[in-house]
């Protein structure tokens, strides 16, 4: 029976050597003070050995609560009533500790996402090591936003509008290269500058850069808000071998980095291999790059980096693309196994390759050569691009039937973890110069992609997402606040706002709010359904999104992550969800 008071430790040091961290969830009241315990996968109550800090699991208390026995003194950890418990894994914990009353009160007020408060392992360096990919729906983040006098290097637009319009003091329409406007009104003046294209009002449109440190705050605020995790950082490598391209995008690096300490946001980097001027010497700067990251920027270093099977993630993106310049499997693979097993440690990482749609068939998208194979299978983890893949939501529902499903079965034979793309929709009117229509692929008030959302979290071979993207407005993709009424955009030039498709009228912050659904859906803290979430978007009756009923599924056993040839892996963790039926 559940005790009206216990006494829980409060630790002021603490480290987990484990296989599973532990997922509690609790509101407690301290001192009129709120603490949310929060971490992300399941314990085991099963006996320890000797020499861990924690010898065995004491008691399991009817209303989640569990009592460990640790050397010297008993603690309690509490978690929250849905918890189940699973005796797969072991772990080890150390606390220097001092105890507090506290009472329990409701878990029914909203609370963050669970890697706010991470257990952590001791590495030796004094970073956090857990498993922060699993159960998780991460979004890239381009930042790739300047514009003149923003205090970047390059000191020019980028991206908002064409290259030819680069250091134009206020471009027009006819400049745009993005089709979505963001929402404006909650960035600091000072990060913002006046085109030459007017609003209903009268006034001029303004942009941000992200370059400015508090417009990546204010991004990474927003995550932290709707319980979004956290980001890949794209950085691209075309002409990164430029001082002043370098430094931009580093500072932008910088500012994520920074946010994410801020706000108890993660993330890791994200290599891009696309650009006309890239070569097969591409590789050799990026193994030089991450070693000045890694050693000057001290990334890794960060509590916020995130971290599987005790390594950094490294994205690289691009791999056996056949749009892509890169052709020589033979470096290639160097460069995979150096980062993998051949590096110091301090460089050495889990890897996830970027790579095309068509990868397992070696067709399509894919370079044909069947050296890529061997290039794919040595990955630790999968990110397949599938934006534009498919135009419907009957589309998809074929598609991942031939495709997804039968990729990440492929994956979990292999011991890769699979991450498929989850995209709200498609436009890129603008940075096509007109000549393809705007609106390409309708969102469809947001049931476009929570189909998605439902077909990931209901298989149970899939456990981490690619969320394309948070801040894409060039090709409209964006779910960050963007302008949700027609009426309110610009009144110059062709733009897409989130009213486009007929009968449905969603809020700036829709796809925010649907992002931090969908987590909630993959790691069960809500059940796995096709229904819409409330609120729905408003449509007309004729508009009706196509959903089909919740399945039941058993949860699986299936490892989630490859063991390379030379590193020692821990299992990770495997779903837990509960199924709305």
């Given amino acids: 029976m559940k005790p009206s008071r216990r006494r829980i430790p409060q630790a002021t040091a603490h480290s987990i050597t484990r296989s599973e961290v532990i997922p509690l969830k609790y509101m407690m009241k301290v001192s009129k003070s709120i603490i949310l315990l929060a971490a992300i996968a399941h314990i085991s109550p099963q006996v320890f050995a000797a020499d861990n800090s924690i010898r065995r699991v004491e008691n399991i208390f009817d209303d989640g609560a569990v009592e460990l026995e640790v050397v010297g003194e008993t603690t309690d950890l509490f978690t929250d009533k849905s918890f189940e418990f699973e005796a797969d894994g072991l772990f080890s914990m150390s606390m220097s500790m001092n105890y507090v009353e506290y009472e329990a009160i409701s878990t029914e007020e909203p609370i963050e996402s669970s890697i706010n408060t991470v257990a952590t392992e001791d590495t030796g360096v004094g970073v956090a090591a857990v498993n922060m990919l699993n159960n998780q729906i991460l979004c890239g983040y381009q930042g790739w936003y300047s514009f003149p006098g923003d205090g970047a290097p390059i000191n020019r637009w980028r991206h908002w509008f064409k290259g030819s319009a680069a250091t134009v003091s206020a471009p027009l329409a006819s400049d745009l290269s993005v089709d979505m406007y963001p929402t404006m009104d909650e960035y600091n003046p000072e990060d913002l500058k006046e085109s030459g294209i007017k609003m209903k009002d009268g ?95 001290n990334i890794t270093q960060s509590t916020q980096y995130i971290r599987q099977n005790d ?196 809020p700036s912050d829709h796809y925010l709010r649907l992002a931090g659904e969908a987590q909630k859906m993959l790691d069960g803290r809500i059940p796995v359904s096709g229904t819409f979430p409330t609120p729905s978007p408003t449509r007309a009756p004729t508009q009706k999104p196509t959903t089909k009923a919740p399945v039941t599924k058993a949860p699986t056993l299936k490892p989630t992550t490859k063991a390379p040839t030379k590193r020692p892996v821990k299992p990770t963790k495997q779903k837990r969800r509960r199924v709305d039926i």
């Avoid at 931009?248 to 994520?256: F, G, I, P, W, Y």
């Avoid at 946010?259 to 696309?274: P, Q």
């Avoid at 894409?472 to 955009?489: M, N, Y």
């Fill in 203 to 297: 006034s001029n449109a303004k942009f941000f850069s992200s370059s400015r440190p508090n417009v990546v705050l204010k991004h990474f605020q927003w995550m932290k808000t709707y319980g979004i995790s956290g980001v890949f950082q794209v950085r691209f490598m075309e002409s990164l071998q430029i001082d002043a391209n370098r430094e931009t995008k580093t500072m932008v690096l910088r500012n994520s980095k920074a946010a994410a300490e801020a706000t108890g946001r993660i993330f890791a980097l994200s290599y891009d291999l696309s650009g006309a001027s890239i070569t097969d010497a591409v590789l050799d700067d990026l193994k030089a790059d991450w070693i000045r990251l890694v050693d000057k920027e």
């Fill in 311 to 506: 390594l950094p993630v490294l994205n690289i993106f691009g791999i056996g693309f056949a749009t892509v310049n890169v052709s020589d499997t033979t470096k290639m693979a160097a460069l995979i196994k150096w980062l993998q097993n051949d590096a110091p440690a301090a460089y050495r990482v889990f890897l996830v390759g970027g790579v095309p749609s068509r990868w397992r068939t070696l067709d399509g998208d894919s370079r044909t050569d069947p050296a890529w194979k061997g290039i794919y299978d040595s990955l630790d983890a999968i990110h397949p691009w599938h934006v534009g893949r498919w135009k419907s939501i009957s589309a998809f529902d074929t598609y991942y039937t031939n495709t997804i499903s039968a990729d990440a079965t492929y994956c979990a034979s292999k011991g890769i973890l699979y991450l498929p793309t989850m995209w709200p929709g498609f436009s890129w009117h603008n940075l096509k110069s007109g000549t393809v229509p705007v609106n390409s692929i309708p969102r469809l008030g947001g049931t476009f992609m929570w189909r998605q959302a439902y077909k990931y979290a209901a298989a149970s071979n899939i456990n981490t997402v690619w969320l394309a993207m948070f801040d894409e407005v060039d090709e409209g993709t964006a779910i960050f606040k963007v302008t949700a009424k027609s009426s309110d955009l610009p009144v110059e030039g062709t733009w897409l706002a989130l009213d486009a498709d007929a009968g449905y009228s969603v």
